[in-house]
T-cell receptor, first 108, second 124 residues
Framework: SYVLTQTPSVSVAPGETATVTCGGD??????VHWYQQRPGQAPVLVIF???DRPSGIPERFTGSNSGDTATLTISRVEAGDEADYYC???????????FGAGTKVTVL | EVLLVESGGGLGQPGGSLRLSCAAS????????MGWVRQAPGRGLEWVSS????????HYAESVKGRFTISRDNSKNTVILQMSSLRTEDSAVYYC???????????????????WGRGTMVSV
């Protein structure tokens, strides 16, 4: 089945930029979605279709997708951005939704 | 308000059964694929199952196929996950999710999950 690979953790100082990557075989040909999960809470969709933001998500959250890597970029990081971030695609071969293992973003 | 509320979690016995329910409100329920995603303690997200708007087409992760059954009652805006032959590895928080794609009837075009419930804990 299709595998998504995420770096387990990323640390960033407030005000700096956090980059979260999601690797997969030719992932650029798929639509990638990103979720933020704060401690003790349900996940929230922050990016869909590679780069679109749902209403209410700050413009500081941007996404891109090309080749074998999709990227979630969080600019001007704030303490409230500290969370686990998951990428997700739909694998049409297995007919399954697939999640990455998640990246823990720590704000120093 | 657009909302998903799960119920029915709790303690189950290995080999036993549990039934989870999800009540949806605030949108036209029949027009969207619904599903379940679970998260074992300290672990990541795992898709479990999905069902089309009409309820005629269902999909399952390999880990639960043949043991879990998803269904929906469009007259009550409710999704059900019937869990049987429970295993210890089924212990997790189970989230009810709504697919973002406007796709009623038998349509199945998986997209992002744009609405999540707060989750219900299942312990086996």
């Amino acid at each position: 089945s299709y595998v998504l690979t995420q770096t387990p953790s990323v640390s960033v100082a407030p005000g700096e930029t956090a980059t979260v990557t999601c690797g997969g075989d030719n992932i650029g040909s798929k639509s990638v979605h990103w979720y933020q999960q704060r401690p003790g809470q349900a996940p929230v969709l922050v990016i869909f279709y590679d780069r679109d933001r749902p209403s209410g998500i700050p413009e500081r959250f941007t996404g891109s997708n090309s080749g074998d890597t999709a990227t979630l970029t969080i600019s001007r990081v704030e303490a409230g951005d500290e969370a686990d971030y998951y990428c997700q695609v739909w694998d049409d071969v297995s007919d399954h939704y697939v999640f990455g293992a998640g990246t823990k973003v720590t704000v120093l | 308000e657009v909302l998903l509320v799960e119920s029915g979690g709790g303690l189950g016995q290995p080999g036993g059964s549990l039934r989870l329910s999800c009540a949806a409100s605030g949108y036209t329920f029949i027009n969207y694929v619904m599903g379940w995603v679970r998260q074992a303690p300290g672990r990541g997200l795992e898709w479990v199952s999905s069902i089309t708007g009409s309820g005629t087409d269902t999909h399952y992760a390999e880990s639960v196929k043949g043991r879990f059954t998803i269904s929906r009652d469009n007259s009550k805006n409710t999704v059900i996950l019937q869990m049987s032959s429970l295993r210890t590895e089924d212990s997790a928080v189970y989230y009810c999710v709504k697919d973002s794609g406007y796709c009623g009837g038998d349509c199945y075009l998986p997209d992002a999950f744009d609405l999540w419930g707060r989750g219900t804990m299942v312990s086996v």
